[in-house]
């Protein structure tokens, strides 16, 4: 009944940038907090970053200072600003929403991934 919908992945050389950005869309009372994650082959799922519905941010030790997560709350809208990018960036990143679907009915939902490629 929500649906999480991203765009923004692609292929960038090593000391670029790149903007991500994940709309949800369906059966929403509110969103709570929102974040991005990452996930490479074998390896398990990282923590990008997060926003409280407040605005406040959190990030992982590795991107702080060059990634900066922001959200529009009209447009249901979570975006990752990504800058000076690494190889060891590239990954598979995904939105996640923390969704009130009623009043007192809270659910984590996850968009599709979207590729991110840093080459050196």
């Known amino acids: 009944q929500v649906q999480l919908v991203e765009s923004g992945g692609g292929l960038v050389q090593a000391g670029g940038s790149l903007g991500l950005s994940c709309a949800a869309s369906g059966s929403i009372f509110r969103i709570n907090a929102m974040g991005w994650y990452r996930q490479v082959p074998g390896k398990q799922r990282e923590l990008v970053a997060t926003?409280?519905?407040?605005?406040?941010?959190n990030y992982a030790d590795s991107v702080k200072g060059r990634f900066t997560i922001s959200r529009d709350n009209p447009k249901n809208t979570v975006y990752l600003q990504m800058n000076s990018l690494k190889p060891e960036d590239t990954a598979v990143y995904y939105c996640?929403?923390?969704?009130?679907?009623?009043?007192?009915?809270?659910?984590?939902?996850w968009g599709q991934g979207t590729q991110v490629t840093v080459s050196s």
């Open positions: 996640c929403a923390e969704v009130l679907t009623t009043p007192t009915r809270s659910l984590p939902y």
């Open positions: 926003i409280t519905g407040a605005g406040s941010t």
